[in-house]
T-cell receptor, first 110, second 115 residues
Framework: EDQVTQSPEALRLQEGESSSLNCSYT??????LFWYRQDPGKGPEFLFT???AGEEKEKERLKATLTKKESFLHITAPKPEDSATYLC???????????FGPGTSLSVIP | GAVVSQHPSRVICKSGTSVKIECRSL??????MFWYRQFPKQSLMLMAT?????????EQGVEKDKFLINHASLTLSTLTVTSAHPEDSSFYIC???????????FGEGSWLTVV
């Protein structure tokens, strides 16, 4: 069965302190791995889609990478406005549905 | 870019009544839409997959007679919570698969409070 885990559960960074969030997954056939940002009380906001191992995508201070077993979301020089929960999701061919990880709650302290 | 709209954003209903939540894809056609439920500080739990013109596929443990899903057109799916009870109070989120299945876009979510 498709599974997605994320680590750490929560991360507290000083402004400007770069770090990475991890998403580990098991899926029989990967159609896409998604990263989302979610602010409290709101729906997830799309960040990236990755399709195959070795792929990388960047957007402002965020960079997502993908291997056959995991994905990383690198945050470079974060700012307080980057504070949010970051969700990883996998869209597999076996079950034809999107499975979400539990998320990483990121807090960036000024 | 693609936008998914949900309505209402917040709704309060009395116990025993039914409430409908709409999910619309605004600038693309979505043959597949997903409905999720999210409890505080938890991740999204998939409730059902909605395909245009056919019956929804419900996840294990989700009561299909309680959570009625209709996907009548390529831009609209609805979730009706029937005979709502306080334990149904939650944040409900829909998403739509973009053309080609490359991206999943989410609505802003709907807060349901049953009193």
């Amino acid at each position: 069965e498709d599974q997605v885990t994320q680590s750490p559960e929560a991360l507290r960074l000083q402004e400007g302190e770069s770090s990475s969030l991890n998403c580990s997954y098991t899926v029989s056939g990967l159609r896409g791995l998604f990263w989302y940002r979610q602010d409290p009380g709101k729906g997830p906001e799309f960040l990236f889609t990755l399709y195959s191992a070795g792929e990388e995508k960047e957007k402002e201070r965020l960079k997502a990478t993908l291997t056959k077993k995991e994905s990383f979301l690198h945050i470079t020089a974060p700012k307080p406005e980057d504070s949010a929960t970051y969700l990883c999701a996998v869209y597999g061919t076996s079950y034809d549905k999107v499975i979400f990880g539990p998320g990483t709650s990121l807090s960036v302290i000024p | 870019g693609a936008v998914v709209s949900q309505h209402p954003s917040r709704v309060i209903c009395k116990s025993g009544t039914s409430v409908k939540i709409e999910c619309r894809s605004l600038d693309f056609q979505a043959t597949t839409m997903f409905w999720y439920r999210q409890f505080p500080k938890q991740s999204l739990m998939l409730m059902a997959t909605s395909n245009e013109g056919s019956k929804a596929t419900y996840e294990q443990g989700v009561e299909k007679d309680k959570f009625l899903i209709n996907h009548a057109s390529l831009t609209l799916s609805t979730l009706t919570v029937t005979s709502a009870h306080p334990e149904d109070s939650s944040f409900y989120i829909c998403s739509a698969e973009g053309q080609g299945g490359n991206t999943i876009y989410f609505g802003e979510g709907s807060w349901l409070t049953v009193v």
